[in-house]
């Protein structure tokens, strides 16, 4: 996941191992999704997501696999400038 801390959106830099089917979210300190998708679209192994409109804060992104399983946990910081 980079840049990180991130201005505007975050990029997902995605080994080619990412199971079918894999899910993410990001999920704020009071663990409440604010932003979730897929990873269909993906270019060249990365996907950018829109994060313009999330307030300055740490949050937390979660891909999860096809069985609902975690399969990473990466705390992501949202520094918006704008």
């Known amino acids: 996941i980079f840049p990180n801390p991130a201005n505007q959106y975050f990029t997902f830099g995605l080994p080619n191992d990412v199971p079918r089917g894999s899910k993410w979210t990001l999920i704020d300190q009071r663990v ?14 990365q996907k950018q997501v829109d ?23 990466k705390k992501l910081m949202v520094m918006n400038r704008n």
């Open 32 to 45: 409440v999704i604010v932003l979730s998708g897929d990873f269909k679209g993906v270019v060249n192994g």
């Open 51 to 73: 994060i313009s409109q999330l307030a300055n804060a740490m949050y937390f992104v979660v891909i999860t696999s096809q069985e609902g399983d975690a399969i990473v946990r």
